[in-house]
């Protein structure tokens, strides 16, 4: 028997630290290849960590509740060595639709132990529950398609060739004559104004210290970390560098609210809960198209500052969590059906529910809609998801009177806010693109395919 250290390993997102939330092995437990051995919590994402080994589990290193530098050792193995054999690769499967993330293809950084392999041909299951041949993944990869936006029709349900071409080649979902269509170059630079930046804060004094460290039952210390430090450092760094203008409008949401019911009561919705956000999401990118800056960053550079306009939309939607607030993102939305947006915002949400959205999801965000609508809002002034421009709130839908052709009606009446970065668009722009945002909700009609 050799003893092998387990180092906790970066799961893809740069990250620096995590917690050990709870250890699912004891010492002396047997465990094989891909056993899941422990769960982390990372600054985005509740994470599974596999065994990289196959063996008996020697001494635990990090107590739960610890927080762990990436690269310390977590775990001691016993395992017997394989000669010659390269360093073991753990492909773990995934847990069904709405499981937690999976960390996937870390080297060990010990000793050897034998590779696991897989028949040929046989439809892999990702960290994220597709279902997919590897030849059809090659394909994917090569067409630049994200398998988890494709919608599968194998009989086990698995993404097909075609799943992949038709995906591939969907036409963009709107044909308004007046609407550009999405660039073939996804992003481009423009100059950004020199002064635009100048004057801003770049950071916030240091609070005085406390009079007294002496505390009693009345008062409760929460350490800050995981998510909800994630989540303060990212609004401070907003709020400080970027100048938030928000602006609103007040709308007569009726028509929205009667598609909404024609959706429910279609059978090609049997599946799939629908909602005003389908609706709200739909408005979003169709408005982003007519108004790109809304859609841009603004970049720091070593000569100053440029900004990136992107031609193409990942659609954030920022969700209430177990474990905070995440902004989980919808990969080129911009490509996606009424139906397929409808089961990607499914997927989404009963993911970040569960708290356990993959840091993949939340990286690459480019504007964002948080539905205040659902905790009885009626609008509010968000604070812009760092890397975007944008962030568009939705407050609740409710009935009021509203003057319709000189006659006062009960109406379902919103509010739909937006906070953006005046470095890259004006107030003509915000304007223009709430109310495009506002006219979609007033007659979905102008989304007709």
Known sequence: MSTQNF?????????????????????????????????????????????????VVGELLAAEGATVEVGSPIITFLTEPAAGAAPAVAVAPAPEEG??????????????????KRPAERPVRSSVGVIAKPPIRKLARDLGVDLTTVTPTGADGEVTRDDVMTHASQASVFRNIETP???????????????????LARGLSPAPASA?????????????????????????????????????????ASRTMELVKRLKASPDYADIRVSPLLIMA??????????????????ETEGGAEIA?????????????????????????????????????????????????SPADQQGGTITITNIGVFGMDAGTPIINPGEAGI?????????????????????????AGSFDHRVIDGDGMSRFIADVASVLEEPALLVE
């Open 7 to 55: 180092n906790l390993p970066d799961v893809g997102e740069g990250l620096t630290e995590a917690e050990i939330v709870a250890w699912k092995v004891a010492p002396g437990d047997t465990v094989a290849i891909n056993d899941v051995i422990c769960e982390i919590e990372t600054a985005k994402s509740l994470v599974e960590l596999p065994s990289p080994h196959a063996g």
């Open 99 to 116: 499981g937690g993330s999976v960390l996937v293809g870390y080297g060990t950084g010990g000793g050897a132990t034998s590779r696991r």
């Open 181 to 199: 269509e999405w660039g073939a170059v996804r992003e481009e630079t423009v100059p950004a104004p020199q002064s635009a930046s100048a004057g």
């Open 212 to 252: 007294s460290n002496q505390s009693d039952d009345r008062t409760e210390s929460i350490p800050v970390k995981g998510v909800r430090k994630a989540t303060s450092s990212a609004m401070v760094q907003s709020a400080y560098s970027a100048p938030h203008v928000t602006v609103w409008k007040e709308i007569d």
């Open 282 to 299: 739909r408005a979003v990118i169709w408005a982003a198209r007519r108004t790109p800056m809304v859609n841009a960053a603004w970049i």
């Open 309 to 357: 306009v992107r031609h193409y939309v990942n659609l954030g939607i920022a969700a209430a969590t177990p474990r905070g607030l995440l902004v989980p993102n919808i990969k080129d939305a911009q490509d996606l059906s009424m139906k397929d947006l409808a089961r990607a915002l499914n997927r989404l949400t009963l993911t970040a529910r569960e708290g356990k959205t």
């Open 392 to 416: 568009v709130a939705m407050g609740t839908i409710s009935q009021k009177p509203w003057v319709v052709d000189g006659e006062v009606r009960p109406r379902w009446v919103t509010t739909v």
